[in-house]
């Protein structure tokens, strides 16, 4: 049947309504809570250890985001290991649920798409992501003025805000997994199983996974220095496949501006180069591009994943 209108009619109304359900729900509270007792923590004790190096370091504020001081790890470390499972809390029941309260025929037989059902549930995910970030970095920043007595320069400013979007696109890539995993399983607690599989994987042992894998692709010689270099190149490339790497490597050159690079370098390359001076930002975010790209590219990839299914799925079941 040809259908009429805009595929996006109802589109603001199911923002609307998820990120009302989204901002005021239980588990979301929790959730946000452990991010926040979490990631204050981390920064104390992060600024306590710097407050000896005021003055020594031109950017003394960003080691507040980097520095990790025993038993806590770094406030990176805390996003890298929390927003996998705040975006896959936020997805896993996002369609399943509806289905299991019996309500999905009753949406959609009002003048809703299902393009627009399925783009305003991951918007409003988003937008609840970036909502939590944002206020979990208002917090991180005034803490650092606090503790450090100093405001960040305008560079450094730049630095954590390019940080923040690109912890929103990794949280991206893992809220339109968990939204591709609510089609496919009917059950809730089997879409969040998978998903939690998931992170686990690329997460923990991925880079065991590469490990593996690597050698079988391009075996490394000894005596050829170029076969070496390339069975490192393919080693990254495969580690680069998981989010969590290049969320990673985003985070490590945007946060440190020493950083000159992301992979390896031959001598050639560096020639001229001031070893150790730090990169304007400018650099360091064309740096971090393809990394950037390739979060947004997988947030892409899985949505529109999703919504194919999502199309070709029987509703009145």
């Not at 991206?172 to 059950?187: E, H, K, N, P």
């Not at 590469?210 to 490394?220: E, F, K």
């Amino acid at each position: 049947m040809r259908r009429s209108g805009s595929p996006w009619t109802g589109l603001g109304a199911i923002i609307r309504k998820e990120l009302a359900d989204n901002l005021g729900s239980t588990r979301m509270l929790l959730l946000e809570l452990l991010i926040c007792i979490a990631g204050v923590a981390a920064i104390h004790q992060a600024a306590t250890g710097l407050r000896q190096e005021i003055g020594q370091d031109r950017f003394i504020f960003l080691h507040v985001f980097t520095v990790a001081q025993p038993p806590l790890p770094s406030f990176v470390a805390f996003l890298g290991f929390l927003i996998p499972i705040v975006a896959i809390a936020l997805g896993f029941d996002s369609v399943n649920g509806e289905f299991s309260r019996r309500t999905m025929s009753r949406i959609l037989a009002q003048p809703i798409y299902r393009d627009a059902l399925l783009l305003g549930k991951f918007l409003a995910g988003l937008a609840t992501l970036a909502v939590v970030l944002l206020s979990l970095w208002l917090i991180v920043t005034g803490c650092g003025m606090v503790m450090l007595g100093l405001p960040p320069s305008g560079e450094e400013a730049l630095r954590t805000i390019a940080f923040l979007l690109a912890a929103i696109a990794y949280g991206g890539v893992w809220l339109a997994l968990a939204m591709a995993l609510s089609i496919v399983f009917r059950s809730a607690a089997t879409a969040a199983l998978c998903g939690l599989a998931i992170w686990l994987i690329l997460s923990f042992f991925w880079q065991m996974i590469v490990a593996l894998l690597a050698p079988l692709i391009v075996t490394p010689d000894p005596f050829d220095p170029m076969s070496q270099l390339r069975a490192v190149e393919v080693a990254l490339d495969l580690a680069r496949l998981s989010p969590n790497t290049l969320f990673a490597e985003t985070a490590q050159a945007l946060l440190n501006p020493a950083v000159r690079a992301l992979g390896p370098v031959l001598s050639t390359q560096v020639e001229g180069a001031l070893i150790g001076q730090p990169l304007p930002f400018d650099q360091s975010a064309l740096l971090v591009w393809p990394q950037l790209s390739g979060l947004i590219a997988a947030c892409v990839v899985l949505f529109t994943v999703a919504y194919l299914l999502f199309q070709r799925q029987e509703i009145r079941a």
